[in-house]
C-alpha cells in the first residue's frame, strides 16, 4: 500500500527565515498532496495543496513543488512568522482510493521571534 | 455555522465499555471519514462512507463499528475499550468530484482516555 515518508520530524527557523519540509511517497499513482496545518489541541487545517498534472502552486508565504518522478513533494514557507509554528502534515491519495489520505508523520515547525 | 461537528469534546471512561462518538457536518458532502491521531501525532484513516455506503475499512479491530444513519452524520461505536484506544479521533467530510479528490474538512476531534 500506499506509504508517506515526511522529514525532517522537527524545525526550528528563526521569524523571517524560509522552512521547507519534504515528503516522498511510493506509490506512482498517486496524485493529489494536500498539506494540513495543526495548532496545538485544534484540527488539521488544509493550507495548499496540488495535483499530480501541475508541478508548483504558490499562495501568497507558501507554495508547494511537486516531482512525480522522483515521487516527492515539498513545502515551503517563505519570511515565517511566530503564528506559523504548528505541526505539518503532508499527504497523499489516489482517486481510485475514494478520498483515502495517508499522511505523513508530521513536522513540527517552531517559529523563534 | 460549524462545518463539521463532534460530540463529545472530550470523553474519559474505564477500560472494558462501551462508548460512541458523532459527527455530523453541514456542508452537503458525500464522503465522511474517521481518523485515529495517536499520542505521537500520527493521523491513520479509519473508516469512510460516501453516501451511508461503507467505502474504506483499514483492518480496524470489529470492537470499532461505523454508523452513518444519513450522509451528513457518521458515529463511530467503540466496544469493549482498551487502553491502546486512547486518542484524539477525528471525523472528516469532503465531496468527491469527477477531476479528483477535494478537499477534506475535518471536525475539532474527540480525544478519548482510557482508564
Known amino acids: 500500500g500506499e506509504n508517506v515518508e515526511q522529514h525532517p520530524s522537527t524545525l526550528s527557523v528563526q521569524e523571517g527565515d524560509s522552512a521547507v519540509i519534504k515528503c516522498t511517497y511510493s506509490d506512482s499513482a498517486s496524485n493529489y498532496f494536500p498539506w494540513y496545518k495543526q495548532e496545538l489541541g485544534k484540527r488539521p487545517q488544509l493550507i495548499i495543496d496540488i495535483r499530480s498534472n501541475v508541478g508548483e502552486k504558490k499562495d501568497q508565504r507558501i507554495a508547494v513543488t511537486l516531482n512525480k518522478t522522483a515521487k516527492h513533494f515539498s513545502l515551503h514557507i517563505t519570511e515565517t512568522q511566530p503564528e506559523d509554528s504548528a505541526v505539518y502534515f503532508c499527504a497523499a491519495s489516489m482517486s481510485r482510493d475514494t478520498g483515502k489520505l495517508i499522511f505523513g508523520q508530521g513536522t513540527t515547525l517552531q517559529v523563534k521571534p | 455555522d460549524t462545518a463539521v461537528s463532534q460530540t463529545p469534546k472530550y470523553l474519559v471512561t474505564q477500560m472494558g465499555n462501551d462508548k460512541s462518538i458523532k459527527c455530523e457536518q453541514n456542508?452537503?458532502?458525500?464522503?465522511m471519514y474517521w481518523y485515529k491521531q495517536d499520542s505521537k501525532k500520527f493521523l491513520k484513516i479509519m473508516f469512510s462512507?460516501?453516501?451511508?455506503?461503507?467505502?474504506i475499512n483499514e483492518t480496524v479491530p470489529n470492537r470499532f463499528s461505523p454508523k452513518s444513519p444519513d450522509k451528513a452524520h457518521l458515529n463511530l461505536h467503540i466496544n469493549s475499550l482498551e487502553l491502546g484506544d486512547s486518542a484524539v479521533y477525528f471525523c472528516?467530510?469532503?465531496?468527491?468530484?469527477?477531476?479528483?479528490?477535494?478537499?477534506?474538512?475535518f471536525g475539532p476531534g474527540t480525544r478519548l482516555l482510557v482508564l
Open positions: 456542508l452537503g458532502h458525500d464522503t
Open positions: 462512507y460516501n453516501n451511508k455506503e461503507l467505502i
Open positions: 472528516a467530510s469532503s465531496q468527491e468530484e469527477t477531476s479528483g479528490q477535494e478537499t477534506q474538512y
